[in-house]
Protein backbone atom coordinates (compact mmCIF):
# COMPACT_ATOMS: atom_id res chain seq x y z
CA UNK A 1 0.00 0.00 0.00
CA UNK A 2 1.15 3.52 -0.98
CA UNK A 3 1.53 6.11 1.78
CA UNK A 4 -0.58 9.33 1.23
CA UNK A 5 0.41 12.44 0.80
CA UNK A 6 -0.95 15.84 0.05
CA UNK A 7 -4.74 16.55 1.05
CA UNK A 8 -7.62 15.98 -0.50
CA UNK A 9 -10.66 18.25 0.81
CA UNK A 10 -14.06 16.46 1.58
CA UNK A 11 -17.53 17.49 1.39
CA UNK A 12 -20.21 17.07 4.49
CA UNK A 13 -17.21 17.16 7.18
CA UNK A 14 -15.82 14.08 6.38
CA UNK A 15 -11.97 12.79 7.00
CA UNK A 16 -9.94 10.12 5.85
CA UNK A 17 -7.08 8.61 7.96
CA UNK A 18 -5.22 5.46 7.38
CA UNK A 19 -6.44 2.30 9.32
CA UNK A 20 -5.24 1.58 12.43
CA UNK A 21 -4.54 -2.02 14.16
CA UNK A 22 -7.57 -1.13 16.66
CA UNK A 23 -9.69 -1.00 13.95
CA UNK A 24 -9.75 -4.42 12.43
CA UNK A 25 -13.31 -5.41 14.05
CA UNK A 26 -15.04 -2.35 12.78
CA UNK A 27 -13.22 -3.39 9.44
CA UNK A 28 -14.29 -6.95 9.37
CA UNK A 29 -17.85 -5.66 10.29
CA UNK A 30 -18.24 -3.51 7.65
CA UNK A 31 -17.23 -6.79 5.54
CA UNK A 32 -20.37 -8.52 7.24
CA UNK A 33 -22.17 -5.68 6.33
CA UNK A 34 -21.63 -5.14 2.70
CA UNK A 35 -21.85 -9.50 1.86
CA UNK A 36 -25.22 -10.46 3.74
CA UNK A 37 -25.10 -13.59 1.32
CA UNK A 38 -22.31 -14.99 2.98
CA UNK A 39 -24.74 -15.34 5.96
CA UNK A 40 -26.85 -17.90 3.81
CA UNK A 41 -24.23 -20.63 3.96
CA UNK A 42 -25.55 -21.77 7.70
CA UNK A 43 -27.11 -21.23 11.00
CA UNK A 44 -23.85 -22.10 13.12
CA UNK A 45 -22.12 -18.88 14.18
CA UNK A 46 -18.77 -20.17 14.68
CA UNK A 47 -18.78 -21.12 11.23
CA UNK A 48 -19.95 -17.90 9.78
CA UNK A 49 -17.40 -16.48 11.83
CA UNK A 50 -14.97 -18.01 10.53
CA UNK A 51 -15.91 -17.71 6.63
CA UNK A 52 -16.05 -14.04 6.88
CA UNK A 53 -12.98 -13.92 7.95
CA UNK A 54 -11.90 -15.99 5.26
CA UNK A 55 -13.70 -14.60 3.14
CA UNK A 56 -12.11 -11.31 4.14
CA UNK A 57 -8.42 -12.32 4.27
CA UNK A 58 -9.05 -13.60 0.30
CA UNK A 59 -10.52 -9.96 -0.47
CA UNK A 60 -7.34 -8.45 1.14
CA UNK A 61 -5.21 -10.79 -0.70
CA UNK A 62 -7.03 -9.51 -3.85
CA UNK A 63 -7.01 -5.85 -3.22
CA UNK A 64 -2.78 -6.27 -2.75
CA UNK A 65 -2.27 -8.08 -5.98
CA UNK A 66 -4.74 -5.91 -7.77
CA UNK A 67 -4.01 -2.66 -6.61
CA UNK A 68 -0.50 -2.79 -5.27
CA UNK A 69 -0.36 1.15 -5.02
CA UNK A 70 -3.87 1.52 -3.39
CA UNK A 71 -4.30 4.08 -0.60
CA UNK A 72 -6.77 2.62 2.23
CA UNK A 73 -8.60 5.09 4.20
CA UNK A 74 -10.83 4.63 7.28
CA UNK A 75 -14.12 7.19 6.69
CA UNK A 76 -15.19 9.40 9.36
CA UNK A 77 -17.69 11.62 10.13
CA UNK A 78 -17.26 14.46 13.47
CA UNK A 79 -14.43 11.96 14.24
CA UNK A 80 -16.49 8.73 14.44
CA UNK A 81 -15.75 5.94 11.95
CA UNK A 82 -18.66 5.15 9.34
CA UNK A 83 -16.91 3.63 6.81
CA UNK A 84 -13.77 2.90 4.45
CA UNK A 85 -12.34 3.46 1.26
CA UNK A 86 -9.95 1.98 -1.44
CA UNK A 87 -8.86 3.96 -4.17
CA UNK A 88 -5.73 2.97 -6.67
CA UNK A 89 -4.70 6.84 -8.17
CA UNK A 90 -3.38 5.44 -11.33
CA UNK A 91 -2.28 7.84 -13.99
CA UNK A 92 -4.66 7.16 -16.84
CA UNK A 93 -8.21 6.89 -14.13
CA UNK A 94 -8.74 6.82 -10.29
CA UNK A 95 -9.98 3.44 -9.23
CA UNK A 96 -12.64 3.57 -6.63
CA UNK A 97 -12.14 -0.62 -5.73
CA UNK A 98 -14.10 -0.30 -2.29
CA UNK A 99 -16.57 2.13 -0.51
CA UNK A 100 -18.55 0.70 2.27
CA UNK A 101 -20.59 2.59 5.09
CA UNK A 102 -21.53 1.41 7.84
CA UNK A 103 -25.02 0.18 7.96
CA UNK A 104 -25.88 2.92 10.89
CA UNK A 105 -24.41 5.55 8.83
CA UNK A 106 -26.27 4.66 5.92
CA UNK A 107 -28.78 7.04 4.35
CA UNK A 108 -27.00 10.15 5.95
CA UNK A 109 -25.20 11.05 2.47
CA UNK A 110 -21.76 9.91 3.32
CA UNK A 111 -21.31 7.99 0.16
CA UNK A 112 -22.63 10.75 -2.22
CA UNK A 113 -20.43 13.26 -0.05
CA UNK A 114 -17.36 10.72 -0.64
CA UNK A 115 -17.79 10.02 -4.08
CA UNK A 116 -18.60 13.94 -4.73
CA UNK A 117 -15.36 14.82 -3.36
CA UNK A 118 -13.10 12.21 -5.54
CA UNK A 119 -14.91 13.62 -8.45
CA UNK A 120 -13.97 16.89 -7.22
CA UNK A 121 -10.43 15.85 -7.11
CA UNK A 122 -10.36 13.95 -9.88
CA UNK A 123 -11.99 16.22 -12.11
CA UNK A 124 -9.22 19.00 -11.09
CA UNK A 125 -6.35 16.57 -12.62
CA UNK A 126 -8.58 15.79 -15.81
CA UNK A 127 -8.89 12.04 -15.00
CA UNK A 128 -11.94 9.85 -14.91
CA UNK A 129 -13.29 7.54 -11.70
CA UNK A 130 -13.70 3.64 -12.53
CA UNK A 131 -15.31 1.28 -10.08
CA UNK A 132 -18.00 -1.87 -10.35
CA UNK A 133 -20.59 -2.55 -7.95
CA UNK A 134 -22.74 -5.74 -7.37
CA UNK A 135 -25.98 -6.01 -9.35
CA UNK A 136 -28.33 -7.63 -6.84
CA UNK A 137 -28.21 -7.07 -2.97
CA UNK A 138 -27.78 -4.60 -0.34
CA UNK A 139 -24.93 -2.97 -1.72
CA UNK A 140 -25.93 -2.64 -5.10
CA UNK A 141 -24.45 0.66 -5.69
CA UNK A 142 -25.74 1.83 -9.61
CA UNK A 143 -28.52 4.11 -8.78
CA UNK A 144 -25.81 5.87 -6.11
CA UNK A 145 -23.44 6.06 -8.92
CA UNK A 146 -25.59 7.01 -11.58
CA UNK A 147 -27.41 9.79 -9.77
CA UNK A 148 -23.42 11.02 -9.18
CA UNK A 149 -22.76 10.92 -13.26
CA UNK A 150 -21.32 7.69 -13.42
CA UNK A 151 -22.63 5.42 -16.76
CA UNK A 152 -22.29 2.07 -16.93
CA UNK A 153 -19.28 1.52 -19.05
CA UNK A 154 -19.89 -3.02 -19.16
CA UNK A 155 -21.95 -5.57 -17.87
CA UNK A 156 -19.34 -8.28 -16.43
CA UNK A 157 -22.41 -10.33 -14.08
CA UNK A 158 -22.65 -10.18 -11.20
CA UNK A 159 -21.23 -6.69 -11.15
CA UNK A 160 -21.63 -3.45 -13.83
CA UNK A 161 -18.54 -1.35 -14.28
CA UNK A 162 -18.85 2.18 -14.30
CA UNK A 163 -17.25 5.12 -14.90
CA UNK A 164 -17.33 8.90 -14.47
CA UNK A 165 -15.13 11.58 -16.69
CA UNK A 166 -14.64 15.16 -16.29
CA UNK A 167 -16.13 17.15 -18.66
CA UNK A 168 -14.10 16.95 -22.12
CA UNK A 169 -12.35 13.83 -20.88
CA UNK A 170 -13.41 10.33 -22.57
CA UNK A 171 -14.43 7.63 -20.42
CA UNK A 172 -12.43 4.66 -20.79
CA UNK A 173 -12.89 1.72 -22.54
CA UNK A 174 -14.67 -1.12 -20.47
CA UNK A 175 -13.76 0.66 -17.46
CA UNK A 176 -14.46 -0.68 -14.06
CA UNK A 177 -13.09 -4.33 -14.03
CA UNK A 178 -11.82 -5.86 -10.89
CA UNK A 179 -12.46 -5.36 -6.98
CA UNK A 180 -16.04 -4.05 -5.65
CA UNK A 181 -17.21 -0.67 -4.82
CA UNK A 182 -20.09 -1.37 -3.03
Known sequence: ??????????????????????????????????RPWLSLAGDDRDMLQALYEQQYAALRAGLETAYPEHLDFILERTGQAVGRVVIDLGRADWRLSELQVAAAARGK???????????????????????????????????????????????????????????GVPLPPAAGAGLVAG
Open 1 to 34: MAAPSGSLPLFGGLGLRPPRPSDQAFLLQLFVES
Open 109 to 167: GIGTDLVRSLQAAAERVRLPITLSTPMVGATDGRALYERLGFRVTAVRPPHYAMAWSPP
